[in-house]
């Protein structure tokens, strides 16, 4: 099975149909194991009460949904496609939609959960959602593309709406793929609806600061991180894994803050200057040959060696898994920041932990694209928009009070952050849950 690192993938696999290898992930652990483990042991430091928890662990709605295609040549494909309502006692549903051959419904479920935590602890008025479709879009038209796209929107239609259920990107999907699932929406309620999805293109709605905002999210915790840490942020020594959107724009944004980014990666392996890259090179080396491989002014680097290199901050900003209890013991860094979501196992944390290795986990720290998907969805339905400083300003003080809000209570409970963050946003959810009480 290929590596599954950036944003762009390629699988040897049929075009659609039924996800093959089902129930197997990297590593080895299943996402929604993971997510119930963590869930667990913040409970358990919470003293939640067992039926509120019994509550919080299971999603409010699960859609599966089949996907007729015409295709270019003629033929039609059905494609399976998952939509997944977590909990939306805070507000509106909030997740992204991936297209990845790797897409299971145990796998989308996690997702959703992880969005409700994510919404939470940065307090934004959302619950969490998520959806995908089973396919490879690296071999699909940008016609068959959007055919897809507009079946599963009216197939998750119900669904859907700026008060219940607010798509975003995700793997393998844009801001184009969001201007269809608007329209699509749009044309069947007759009438113009933008708020119902985030990620547009901003001359349709779309904020500005939106592109930015996920990798944004991961500088202003990284650097919070080494604050805690008191260490200092000119020439902190940065490795990043993927080099997709997430991954790029921590790495720009790090290096504007004077941190020195040694080494970056994307599916096919990953490069490494122990003096540090010139990332403003490397990106237009990227935006001109697509890959890192045949960048001339580093050494070349497997995406397992990249994660084990000596570094400051490790941000894994790829997928699900990559840092497992297999290689745990083999990484070399002071700081975790997570910019993928799930990027460690569960069974990895106490081996970090016991390392002394400070993890920002995924929840918080790759936050700030959902901050700004509200911001977006604010602007949407009150038909103002903000200029990109003002974005930049709100997502920045939300970000930061996020983590103090975390760090408080790691210290006050004597936690991870990772079971932190858990706390705070589980918290969060329960008070409301326990205010609205028990419909019957």
Not at 65 to 74: E, F, I, M, S
Not at 337 to 361: K, Y
Request: hydrophobic share 40%.
């Amino acid at each position: 099975m290929s590596s599954r690192i950036g944003e762009t993938l390629t699988y040897p696999v049929a075009k659609g149909g039924i996800r093959p290898e089902k129930d197997t992930f990297l590593g080895g652990e299943n996402p929604l194991e993971s997510m119930v483990a963590r869930f667990d042991e913040a409970a358990h430091h919470l003293k939640l009460e067992p039926g509120l928890s019994k509550v919080l662990k299971h999603p409010e709605k699960q859609l599966i949904v089949a996907c007729p295609v015409l295709l270019d040549n003629g033929e039609v494909e059905v494609f399976t496609g998952y939509r997944v309502l977590h909990n939306t006692a805070r507000g509106p549903g909030k997740g992204g939609i991936r297209f990845d051959m790797q897409v299971t419904l145990d796998e989308v479920k996690a997702l959703a959960a992880w969005m409700t935590w994510k919404c939470a602890v940065v307090n934004l008025p959302f619950g969490g959602s998520k959806g995908g479709v089973i396919c490879d879009p690296s071999t699909m038209s940008m016609a068959e593309l959007e055919r897809l796209t507009r079946r599963y929107t009216a197939g998750i239609i119900d669904l859907l709406g700026p008060d219940s259920d607010v798509p975003a990107p995700d793997v393998n999907t844009n801001e184009r793929m969001m201007a269809w699932i608007m329209d699509t929406y749009s044309m069947q309620k007759r009438h113009t609806v933008t708020a119902v999805v985030t990620g547009k293109p901003v001359a349709m709605g779309g904020s500005l600061g939106r592109r930015e905002a996920t990798g944004r999210g991961v500088m202003i915790t990284a650097v919070e991180a080494l604050k805690l840490r008191n260490l200092p942020i000119p020439g902190t020594r940065v490795v990043v894994q993927g080099f997709g959107n997430v991954g790029s724009i921590s790495a720009e944004l790090m290096a504007a803050q004077g941190m020195r980014i040694l080494a970056v990666s994307d599916k096919e392996g990953g490069i490494y200057n122990r003096a540090g890259l010139d990332i403003k090179e490397v990106l237009a080396h990227v935006k001109e040959h697509k890959y890192l491989k045949s960048y001339s002014k580093a050494d070349r680097v497997t995406n397992a060696e990249l994660l084990e290199l000596d570094c400051d901050v490790l941000v894994p900003a790829a997928l699900e898994n990559v840092i497992t209890d297999a290689n745990a013991a083999r990484i070399r860094c002071k700081i975790i920041c997570e910019g993928a979501n799930g990027p460690t196992s569960a069974d990895a944390d106490q081996i970090l932990q016991d390392a002394g290795i400070l993890v920002v986990p995924d929840i918080l720290a790759n936050a700030g694209g959902v901050t700004v998907s509200y911001f977006e969805w604010v602007q949407d339905r009150g038909g103002y928009f903000w200029d990109e400083e003002t974005v930049n300003s709100r997502l920045e003080k939300i970000m930061v009070s996020s983590f103090q809000e975390c760090a408080v209570m790691a210290q006050r409970n004597s936690v991870s952050m990772r079971i932190a963050a858990y706390m705070v946003a589980i918290d969060r959810v329960a008070t409301v849950h326990r205010l609205r009480g028990m419909y019957a």
